[in-house]
């Protein structure tokens, strides 16, 4: 699993955050109840996100939450980063504590290149991205139908010959 459940509810918060209006403040209880979490749970993940100052928090009358800066500029490591202090990749693929170069697991030398694939999408894309693919998702081809030939080496059913 490389996202923490808080990961993900930020980043669900966040695609909210950057598909509403320009000055919209989104109240706490509508992004808590898009994101399928209790608004005690959300308040701790924004608290993390306004400290790092991805998020913009207001109280008082009209209060509510707004992105705080541009989702293009928003880049999903540093979400990641803010909310669970970097990726579950950089750890042992089997979990064991002693692994490393000088000391590698059995699959370490196979895992590097998968966890340096990973780095490179989640420093690549941005929320706008994210924003754009849940907007618009790639198409889904159908399903082939099934062969309705018979293989040659196959006689048809009922003992017909060809």
């Known amino acids: 699993m490389l996202f923490h459940r808080s990961t993900e509810v930020a980043i669900q918060a966040l695609i909210f955050l950057a598909q509403q209006a320009p000055g919209k403040l989104s109240p706490t209880h509508e992004i808590a109840a898009q994101a399928g979490v209790s608004e005690a749970y959300l308040a701790k993940i924004l608290q993390r996100l306004t400290s790092a100052g991805l998020v913009r928090a207001f109280r008082g009358s009209g209060k509510g939450v707004e992105l705080g800066r541009p989702a293009e ?90």
């Open 73 to 162: 500029e928003l880049r999903l490591a540093s979400i990641i980063d803010t909310v669970q202090g970097g990726l579950e990749s950089d750890k042992c693929v089997l979990g064991l504590t002693i692994c490393s170069e000088e000391n590698p697991c059995p699959l370490h030398d196979e895992w590097l290149p998968q966890r340096a694939a990973i780095h490179q999408m989640v420093d690549g894309k941005s929320l706008a991205d994210l924003v754009r693919i849940c907007q618009h998702p790639p198409a889904v081809l159908p399903p082939v139908a099934p062969s309705q030939s018979t293989p040659d080496n196959l006689e048809p059913q009922g003992g017909e010959s060809r």
